[in-house]
Every structure is written in C-alpha cells, then in structure tokens.
C-alpha cells in the first residue's frame, strides 16, 4: 500500500508541474528545480543564465543553438547528455538579433517553419 501511494503521488506532481509551468516562458526555481544554467554566448561572448523548464526536464531550449537548427533536436534525449554535448548556447538577445537583423542568413540555418513561428512568437510577445 504505502508503495502504491508513492508513485501514485510522483505522477500527480509530475502532471501538476506540467500545467504550472507553460512551455518555453521564464521559470522559477523555489520548489526544488535547478538553478539557471550559466552559459557563455557562443556569439557575443557574454555569460547569461539560462532558467530551468521542469515541463521537459531540462534548461529551456530555446537557448541551445542546436534547438534552432537540429530538426533531430529531442528534449527528452538531450535532457539525458552531459551539458557539455548539447552544442553551443546563444543569449535571448542574440538569438532576437539574429532574426531581426541577419533574417536571410537566420532563415538559411534555420529551416524548420515551426520553430521560426516560435520565435517570432518569443518576440512578439517579448519574452525575449
Ligand atoms: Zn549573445
């Protein structure tokens, strides 16, 4: 009986975190997730933080470079490797930069067509 209770009570959290947290938007840490991830941007060269996303077990991806350009990017997957395979990081204000102001080479790079949807969603509801 108390074994059952455990898991039964592992899954609700689980599915309670999920709706707390919408995907992709700012995250806290009080309850026990990861801090920010400090990381230094692999185009400017500046140290920025990038928050924890408990909804995919790991740090938001929309800050890993390989999120952008992989189309074989899969969070569970990447949430499993070492941070030091999961490719080069770029800041929120880099990664807006970059679409707005170098667009054709951003497109160029990054073809799959719902992710540029969500960037262009980040940015126009000015999460980054
Ligand atoms: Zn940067």
């Not at 108390?2 to 709706?19: C, E, G, L």
């Not at 938007?25 to 140290?47: I, M, S, T, W, Y």
């Not at 990447?78 to 770029?90: H, V, Y």
Request: glycine share 4%.
């Amino acid at each position: 009986m108390p074994v059952k209770n455990k898991s039964k009570t592992r899954k609700t959290s689980k599915i309670n975190k999920y709706m707390e947290q919408p995907l992709g938007l700012g995250l806290v840490n009080e309850r026990g997730f990861p801090e920010p991830l400090f990381a230094n941007c692999f185009k400017c060269h500046q140290d920025f933080s990038i928050k924890y996303n408990p909804a995919i077990g790991m740090y938001t991806q929309k800050n890993y470079w390989l999120y952008w350009v992989d189309d074989k990017w899969n969070p569970k997957k990447m949430s499993r490797k070492p941070e030091s395979e999961r490719g080069d990081k770029l800041c929120d204000d880099c990664l807006k930069e970059f679409y707005l102001k170098e667009k054709k080479e951003f497109l160029n790079q990054v073809k799959d067509k719902s992710k540029r949807q969500t960037l262009r969603s980040y940015i126009y509801h000015s999460v980054i």
